[in-house]
């Protein structure tokens, strides 16, 4: 979850500050289970995909945490994506 919590850092413009590390290690654990939970699927944080999703996720979640905002669009277009994903059953090659 460190690298996790590094990227997340980056992307909220938290540089050489561990002040938030404890909430957003945190946030990062819950963010990874709403994906899951929205998607049905096993969400694999050593994917690339699936980390960025977890952390976009996050991300989204920490700057709407003052001022509640909408879900992006892309956002939950790419929870959906995922959610399709795991709902077509993989090719068999019969």
């Known amino acids: 979850m460190g690298e996790l919590l590094n990227r997340l850092k980056i992307d ?38 699936d980390a960025e ?5 996050a991300r989204w979640q ?6 509640p905002t909408e879900m992006p669009r892309s956002l939950k277009y790419r929870l959906d994506c995922r959610a399709f994903e795991k709902a077509i059953p993989e090719d068999d090659n019969d």
């Open 12 to 49: 909220i413009g938290i540089i050489n500050n561990t002040v938030y590390d404890a909430r957003l290690t945190s946030l990062l654990s819950a963010a990874l289970t709403e994906v899951s939970r929205w998607t049905g699927a096993q969400i694999d944080i050593t994917d690339n995909r």
């Open 53 to 57: 999703l977890v952390i976009d996720y």
């Open 62 to 67: 920490w700057l709407s945490r003052r001022e």
